[in-house]
């Protein structure tokens, strides 16, 4: 069967704020299509003709799809003008729910720039909880272990690290432990009063894989037991059983994202705050 070769294009992604939705939009989008794979433009925090002026020119160098949140009508009617006269493709991407939204709301927009990025108590939370994910990275700070709203523990190369990070955007103090054969684990995971303890669990196929991956990336060519299968299971199978030892409950990460372990950790959140 011939192989299908992957489908290059431009996208452009202008905001007068960070981007952070764009971005998250467009790599949603692309999800679902089959071998393509976009080359991504970014220009963000654009507020003023002139810059707007130049990522034209840049736009119009290499043509392609163009997605934006602009909340100043002038700047949006100039840059869906000019698309339009290029023959480009371009979307405001959160129209369509800003106008179900103001409809049902009876309100009209507010058109405010970087509206979502107003220094409120919630954005110093997730600041608060992502230096709490990185001074309790791999098991750093076990003392203060205590104050997270959840550890997670498991064996090398599980995406703990990533994962609290991910979580420390939503606002939640997340810590991890690594599980190490023959390593004592701090006490404080034991407590009485402990934080939600989750468990990340792996194939040990997909762990060997991935463990390789890294040793390559890294030119390490001393391996051992790190990638070897028996004992890469049976390091597994010590993690699993302590897991149900202690009744914590756990997440098989083997196929899933971070995204999507990040979401049933905050499902297991919420059921144990409750």
Known sequence: MRERLATYFNVHLVSDSTGETLAGVMRATCAQFDDILPIEHSYFLVRSARQLERVMREIEAAPGVVMFTLSNMDHRAMLERRCAEAGMPCVA???PVLDVTSRYL???????????????AEYFKRIDALDFAMEHDDGQ????????????????????????????HRGVKAANVPFVPNVELPPEL?????????????SADRLVHIRRNRLVAMKETRAGDYTEEDSVRAEIMRAQ???????????DVSRRSIEETAAAVLNLLAEHRD
């Not at 009876?106 to 409120?120: I, P």
């Not at 034991?190 to 792996?202: A, C, D, W, Y």
């Open 93 to 95: 991407v959160l129209d």
């Open 106 to 120: 009876g309100q009209e927009l507010n058109h405010k720039v970087g509206a979502s990025r107003k220094l409120t």
């Open 141 to 168: 700070q076990v003392i203060e272990l205590k104050d997270a709203d959840v550890i997670l523990v498991g064996v090398s190369r599980t995406s703990k690290t990533p994962t609290c990070v991910y979580l420390a």
């Open 190 to 202: 034991f407590g009485e009063r402990r934080p939600l303890v989750v468990g990340l669990t792996i």
């Open 241 to 251: 059983k302590l897991f149900e030892r202690e009744g914590w409950p756990t997440i």
